[in-house]
C-alpha cells in the first residue's frame, strides 16, 4: 500500500521561474494538506483541499502561490516567479477524513532550492 | 490562537541516557499528535493522545497527555543512535489544522 508520494524530491529554480510541486495522496484518502518547512523550523500550514475543493488556504501567501486538487491527477501546489526566501522543503499530507482525530500522514516532500 | 512550546529545542545525550521533551500548551488542547523527522526526511506519525491523562508507550517511548490537557511529554529511556531526529508535537486546531511545535532536536553520541 503505496504511501503520500511527492514529486519531484528535489528542485532547483532560479528566481522568476516556476516551480510545480505535486502529490498524491495515499489510497482511499481524498484530503490533502499542504505545509512548508524552513531550515530548522516546524511545520507551518498552508492549505487544505478536497477534491476540487480549496477548503482552507489561510496560510498560503496570497500572491504567486496557488493550489490545486483536481478530480482526475495529483494534488499541485504552484509557485510563480519564485524568489529566494521561497526555498525550503513542501511536504504534503493525506488522509482519509477532514476530523480532528484523523491522522495525517506526510509525505517524503519536495525540497525547493532557489538559486 | 493557542501557543504551543516545545521544550527543549536542542537536547544532546550519551547512547544509553533518556530523553524527554515536552509540549506546552497555553490553552486546553483537543488532542495532540507526535511526529519523528529524521535529518532530510519527512515527519512520521508516532502516536495521538486525545483523553485526559493518557499515557501510551510503544517500545522505549512513553507519550503522556497531561490532566489538564496542556502538556504532552514524549520520554525515550535508554536511548539508541536510530532515536536521532527532531520531535514535533502537533495538535489541531479547528478540525484539520494542524499547528505544529518548533521540535526537539536529539542528537546521540555513540
Known amino acids: 500500500n503505496a504511501g503520500v508520494m511527492q514529486n519531484p524530491r528535489h528542485l532547483v529554480r532560479r528566481r522568476g521561474q516556476e516551480a510545480r510541486l505535486r502529490c498524491s495522496p495515499m489510497?482511499?484518502?481524498?484530503?490533502v494538506y499542504w505545509y512548508r518547512q524552513l531550515p530548522e523550523e516546524g511545520l507551518k500550514f498552508m492549505v487544505y483541499?478536497?477534491?476540487?475543493?480549496?477548503?482552507?488556504e489561510s496560510g498560503m501567501p496570497k500572491e504567486r502561490f496557488s493550489a490545486e486538487f483536481p478530480k482526475e491527477g495529483p494534488s499541485i501546489l504552484r509557485i510563480q516567479q519564485v524568489v529566494r526566501g521561497d526555498s525550503a522543503a513542501y511536504f504534503c499530507?493525506?488522509?482519509?477524513?477532514?476530523?480532528?482525530?484523523?491522522?495525517?500522514?506526510f509525505g517524503p516532500g519536495t525540497r525547493l532550492t532557489v538559486l | 490562537g493557542q501557543q504551543v512550546m516545545q521544550i527543549p529545542q536542542y537536547q544532546h545525550v550519551q547512547e544509553g541516557e533518556d530523553f524527554t521533551t515536552y509540549c506546552n500548551s497555553s490553552?486546553?488542547?483537543?488532542?495532540i499528535q507526535w511526529y519523528k523527522q529524521r535529518p532530510g526526511g519527512h515527519p512520521v506519525f508516532l502516536i495521538q493522545?486525545?483523553?485526559?491523562?493518557e499515557v501510551k508507550k510503544q517500545k522505549r517511548l512513553t507519550f503522556q497527555f497531561g490532566e489538564a490537557k496542556k502538556n504532552s511529554s514524549l520520554h525515550i529511556t535508554a536511548t539508541q543512535t536510530t532515536d536521532v531526529g527532531t520531535y514535533f508535537c502537533?495538535?489541531?486546531?479547528?478540525?484539520?489544522?494542524?499547528?505544529f511545535g518548533t521540535g526537539t532536536r536529539l542528537k546521540v553520541l555513540a
Open positions: 489510497k482511499g484518502h481524498s484530503h
Open positions: 493522545l486525545v483523553k485526559s491523562g
Open positions: 490553552t486546553t488542547l483537543s488532542n
Open positions: 499530507a493525506s488522509s482519509p477524513g477532514g476530523g480532528a482525530s484523523d491522522t495525517q500522514y
Open positions: 502537533a495538535y489541531t486546531s479547528g478540525t484539520y489544522k494542524y499547528i
Open positions: 483541499l478536497q477534491k476540487e475543493n480549496i477548503i482552507d
